[in-house]
């Protein structure tokens, strides 16, 4: 009446994340980044967006050469972003009044201080 199924085998398998202690190529993101000749903050944001692939064990990122390469690979393939263009601004109209006549100030016997003639 009552089955169970055998013990270890519930229909459900587990995904399984490479064993980086069993992979020799292994990479911190300092000579991850020395070897791309890239900072290693690059390397940690592309870690932090998915675009390579590392384990994070306590403080520090592992990187497996392959996954290296795959990112190395992936960034010299080119970047597909909408950017903003400049679009040239169309010139204003010309004004065909001229600017108003300058009156000089009380005391004052020219407008441009360049072209007064010194006393």
Do not use: W
């Not at 519930?10 to 190529?25: L, N």
């Not at 190395?72 to 909408?82: G, L, M, Y």
């Not at 108003?100 to 003639?117: D, M, N, Q, Y």
């Amino acid at each position: 009446m009552n089955q169970q199924a055998p013990r270890g085998n519930t229909g459900h398998e587990r995904a399984k994340t490479p064993d980086i202690h069993d992979v020799s190529d292994i990479l911190s993101a300092r000579e991850a980044a020395a070897e791309l000749g890239i900072s290693e903050r690059t390397i940690r944001r592309a870690i932090l967006r998915g675009e390579l692939e590392a384990i994070k064990e306590g403080r520090s990122f592992n990187i497996t050469t392959a996954a290296l390469d795959d990112y190395r690979a992936s960034r010299n393939q080119p970047r597909r972003r909408n950017r903003l263009r400049l679009v040239p601004q169309p010139a204003p109209p010309l004004d065909p009044t001229p600017p108003p006549t300058l009156i000089p100030l009380p005391g004052e016997t020219c407008l441009v201080v360049a072209r007064c003639p010194r006393t």
